[in-house]
């Protein structure tokens, strides 16, 4: 009985030590990451990202974007289904700076939506095209810009549409000027396009 209880008291120690309990450890958590990085290398999404200051992040539906603190609503554009329109101006009819946008675009993907905004003309009249560039086109996530000029005086646009890929969800975001576009509130725009859960 001695050597019994001594060959137990050893198996009991042995355990003890390795850590067992008779149960399996929990896994650690996968860390994941949201389908709309900053960059495949980045640790950060633009979720996390603080927009830049005199910018404030606007959420509507599943589409989020940063927008100038300065605009304010304005009138809805006319021609496509857009659910957000600001412009640099309160109270004016015809702002130098408009943003629109809309969190479901009719379309099953970004490269049919900006073909749809280029071939229904819903800027209207004299659409001249000044530049076109696919930004994202991974993991059938896709997101197109579209530089354009538009009306009788040359004004300037810039439109996006960003597809979410597996779910055929598609935003649509444009700037429209009358004086020109500002580079820098373009960039910090676009950057900030994002699809929400």
Not at 52 to 59: D, I, K, M, R
Not at 66 to 72: E, L
Request: charged share 25%.
């Amino acid at each position: 009985m001695r050597n019994s209880a001594a060959v137990l008291s050893i198996i009991g120690l042995v355990l003890a030590a390795s850590g067992c309990s008779g149960s399996e450890a929990s896994p650690e958590p996968v860390p994941t990451v949201s389908a709309s990085s900053v960059s495949p290398d980045s640790d950060v999404t633009e979720a996390e990202a603080e927009p830049e200051s005199g910018f404030h992040t606007l959420e509507e539906g599943r589409l989020r974007v940063n927008v100038p603190d300065a605009w304010v609503p304005g009138e809805f554009y006319t021609g496509e289904s857009w659910n957000i329109s600001l412009q640099d101006e309160a109270g004016e009819a015809d702002p130098k700076v408009r943003l629109v946008a809309t969190s479901n675009f009719p379309s099953d993907h970004a490269g049919m939506a900006i073909s749809r905004l280029k071939t229904m003309s819903v800027f209207g009249a004299s659409v001249s095209e000044r530049g076109f560039s696919r930004l994202i086109n991974e993991n059938y996530r896709q997101m197109h810009r579209w530089d354009f000029t538009f009306g009788d005086d040359g004004r300037q646009g810039v439109a996006w549409t960003l597809d979410e890929g597996t779910t055929k969800h598609v935003v649509a975001v444009a700037v429209l000027a009358v004086d020109g576009l500002d580079e820098r509130t373009v960039e910090l725009i676009e950057e900030s396009i994002e699809i929400l859960p």
